[in-house]
């Protein structure tokens, strides 16, 4: 390791090393702690993952053209080194097309049908938690497609999303999650996201709710569907 211009250093990685990188040395050397098969799992609770299904790109690296047999692999592999969690994007079109009936187009996502994505969610949900893993769904509290905000153009929405002052971001949630849980079952964990990157308003109108109470809004939700939930919110 060679010290660079202000605080940053060089680690360089000779391609010999294949996966076990000068960096990964490192992070072992200054007592991070990694382990592989074979060795003593780590007297954590959770272990696990996250995988994103919300890009498009090449099938190896891209969960959102996976089928079942790259589910399948990459549940295995989840399996084999003693992880039991993963982070877990679950397909809402055909919820809110349930939630919504009135709403035109939800029916067509950009790789699978809406059913399609649905049927193959709930295979890939039955074989990890045969395998002991357990799923943290990932949910947008404010985000709706357009389909279903054309159906309320009197609510103030910015950037595609319900600003969290009105009563019916609470409703319109509740609605869906609760048809969620009903299609996929639950392992009781969740992940909140509302107003990070996804580019949701910070001005007016929804300025008039902060973001802490926007999150508090979606928790509470949540709790009233599901009173055993565990819930953690992205920052």
């Known amino acids: 390791m060679s010290r660079g211009r202000g605080h940053g250093s060089l680690l360089p990685a000779p391609i010999r090393k294949g996966r076990e990188t000068v960096y990964t040395l490192f992070l072992e050397k200054i007592g991070f702690g990694f382990f592989r098969d074979g ?6 609770r959770w ?3 996250m995988i994103w299904d919300n890009y498009l790109g090449p099938r190896r690296y891209c969960a959102a053209v996976w089928g079942e047999a790259e589910w399948e692999r990459g549940l295995l592999c989840l399996a084999r080194k003693g992880l039991n ?6 397909p809402l079109e055909a919820i809110w097309a349930r939630a919504f009936p009135a709403a035109r187009g939800l ?3 950009p790789v699978w049908k809406a059913p399609n994505k649905l049927a193959l969610a709930k295979k890939v949900l039955q074989r990890g ?3 002991g893993i357990h799923f943290m769904y990932v949910l ?4 709706f497609p357009r389909a279903v905000r054309d159906l309320y153009p009197e609510l103030q929405w910015r950037n595609g999303f319900l600003c969290a002052h009105q009563p ?9 999650w609760e048809l969620l849980l009903d299609e996929l079952g639950t392992d009781h964990l969740y992940a909140i996201r509302h107003r990070g990157e996804e580019g949701q308003s910070y001005s007016d109108p929804c300025s008039s709710v902060t973001k802490a109470q926007g999150f508090n809004q979606a928790i509470s939700v949540m709790k009233s569907l599901d009173p055993e939930a565990t819930l953690t919110v992205w920052t």
């Open 168 to 176: 019916e971001l609470a409703e319109m949630s509740g609605r869906a």
């Open 129 to 131: 938690r045969s395998l």
């Open 47 to 49: 272990r696990g993952d």
């Open 85 to 90: 969690f993963l982070e877990f994007y679950p």
């Open 140 to 143: 947008s509290y404010g985000f």
């Open 39 to 44: 060795e003593t799992r780590p007297a954590f």
């Open 107 to 109: 029916a067509d996502g």
